[in-house]
């Protein structure tokens, strides 16, 4: 998720101006079912890990927490030590050759947070973009794609506009 303006995260790492509703949460699990793999960065990690394990993740919403909790989950992080969310791995830094190699291997696909985009695209290593616009924007936060040293050409797929205004882009590379 995005703003208007292109953060994908406030400027203390917030998010709670996440736009969400039934349509949002219907997508949310057909992605979750196309997926084996989530990728996450320290922050959005643990994030993640403080609420999906959680009794209250579990009762307000049982079928996306299953999955979260269920799916493989890596954590790139120079700082953790160790991780304790199940069926999470820790990986010190991002190596391409490896990640190349992971997305050879059979199985579903793979999703990676807002934090890893701009280091996985620098290096080719996104086949599909999937950008949900929130209608918002917030003057100032974590860019998406900062630090992006050549133009990233994309092709859009397809959009889908939803009733709480967030518009889903959808891109591949050029």
């Known amino acids: 998720m995005v703003t208007l303006d292109g953060y994908y995260a406030g400027p203390n790492d917030e998010i709670d101006w996440h736009v969400v509703g039934d349509e949002l949460h219907e997508y949310v699990i057909a992605m979750l079912n196309s997926l084996d793999t989530l990728m996450f960065g320290r922050v959005t990690y643990q994030g993640m890990a403080s609420y999906w394990p959680t009794p209250t993740a579990i009762k307000n919403d049982p079928i996306v927490a299953a999955k979260m909790n269920d799916l493989s989950k890596i ?7 160790k991780v304790e969310w199940q069926n999470t791995r820790l990986v010190k830094e991002i190596s391409p050759a490896d990640i190349s190699k992971m997305k050879q291997q059979p199985g579903k696909d793979m999703a990676i947070s807002g934090s890893l985009v701009s280091t996985f695209a620098q290096h080719g290593l996104i086949d599909d973009y999937r950008i949900l616009v929130n209608p918002l ?4 936060g974590k860019p ?26 959808q891109y591949r590379p050029v």
């Open 137 to 140: 924007a917030l003057g100032s």
């Open 75 to 81: 954590v790139f992080s120079k700082t953790l030590d």
């Open 144 to 169: 998406l794609f900062q630090g992006i040293k050549d133009r990233l050409h994309l092709k859009l797929l397809s959009t889908k506009t939803f009733k709480t205004g967030l518009v889903l882009l």
